[in-house]
């Protein structure tokens, strides 16, 4: 019963944060019908909140079973539950598990940067080194999109196309305040 609820709370979970992007995404970026454009939300949203709750059931599952046969946990357990259930949940090539696995990889990269520094293995900066993070990230990824287009996600290669190609040509306010790629005239 517990286990239940708690695949639903992950549930609900993943619908409360994927659903608001899913909308915005899909109005700003696709078109379609409006029927099509909702069928899309639905279905992102009902795809990351379904990942979410297999991956935690999966995740503490496993969790459970490796105390039980250890009689206790140990880091190792977490690592290795987490990459099975990663494997069989986020695995699949698709763009919602890519664009989890991605927004993962950055926090990671923080997180194990913070970790360097407070096992010693890196000084401490002395001074903040967000403003060098954010200019080398920023040269990256316009680099990427200007030379290597085809290399970025395609949610990114359409954010960046809308800012940086399609900004360039205006018609109204209508370019602004609801999209500015206007259909060819026929």
């Known amino acids: 019963m517990a286990a239940g609820r708690a695949e639903l709370a992950v549930g609900c979970y993943g619908a409360k944060i994927r ?9 700003l970026f696709k078109s379609g ?7 899309a939300i639905a279905q992102a949203t009902y795809t990351h ?7 935690v059931c999966t995740y503490k599952g496993l969790m459970a079973l490796q105390s039980r046969l250890h009689g206790k946990n140990f880091q190792l357990h977490s690592f290795m539950a987490a990459c099975v259930g990663g494997w069989l949940v986020f695995g ?5 598990n890519s664009q989890i696995n991605m927004y993962l990889l950055s ?5 194990l940067s913070r970790l360097a520094v407070e096992k010693g293995y890196i000084p401490e900066p002395k001074q903040d080194p967000f403003p060098v993070f954010a200019a080398v990230t920023w040269g990256i990824v316009l680099w990427l999109f200007e030379y290597h287009r085809q290399t970025l996600q395609p949610s990114l290669q359409s954010s960046m196309t809308y800012l940086y ?11 602004f305040l609801i999209y500015n790629k206007r259909s060819a005239p026929k």
């Open 19 to 27: 659903a608001p992007h899913a909308l915005v995404m899909t109005f």
């Open 165 to 175: 190609d399609d900004s360039n040509i205006w018609h109204d306010i209508a370019d």
């Open 92 to 96: 699949e090539n698709n763009h919602i």
């Open 107 to 111: 926090r990671i990269l923080f997180g």
């Open 33 to 39: 019908s409006l029927r099509e454009k909702l069928k």
């Open 49 to 55: 909140s379904r990942n979410l709750a297999c991956f």
